[in-house]
């Protein structure tokens, strides 16, 4: 019998950029305007079908401890998936992000799957990054790149459901 698969994702991006609101949205589909501050590491679990095979997520959330540089190989360690948020109307998130891959492949190596997410779609007009900017970025550190809105429920179960394909192929 198929056992299917069993993925710990971690979410990594600077303060405010949406990381619980994408989260709340995927596994619940709430949305609230107000900051979710997380009081310590936190995960939760969904499972999907993926091309007919059962895949259980495990997705941490980082608590906010990213604003005091507290997160370590203790929260990398045995993640098979990453999730590289940035808010597309903040440049300077779209740099912490650049942090973070050269972090996360220092810690562990190619083994871990990466999806850079440009997230609020909904602020378009207020955008600072471009798509093509982030694409050849991700292109460079051979992760994808996908862009949502947790506000308006853009693309946030394709995110997973690309990452867990990607995280299949590597297993
Ligand atoms: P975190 O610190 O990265 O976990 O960010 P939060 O999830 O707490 O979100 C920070 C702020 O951005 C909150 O006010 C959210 O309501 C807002 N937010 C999150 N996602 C979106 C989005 O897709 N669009 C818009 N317009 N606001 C968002």
Redesign the pocket.
Known sequence: MDEGFRFKVI?L????????????RYVENK????????IQASFQSKTIEVDGRQVELSIW??A?QEKYHALGPIYYRGSQGALL?F?ITDSRSFEKVKTWVKELQRVLGDSCALMIVG?????EKERTVTEQEARSYAETVNAQYME?????N?GISQVFDRLAEEMIRMA
């Open positions: 979410l991006g600077q303060g405010a950029v949406g990381k619980s609101s994408l989260l709340l949305f609230s305007l107000r900051h979710i501050s997380t959330d980082t906010g948020l808010d997230n609020k779609l909904d602020l949502t809105s947790a506000k308006e853009l």
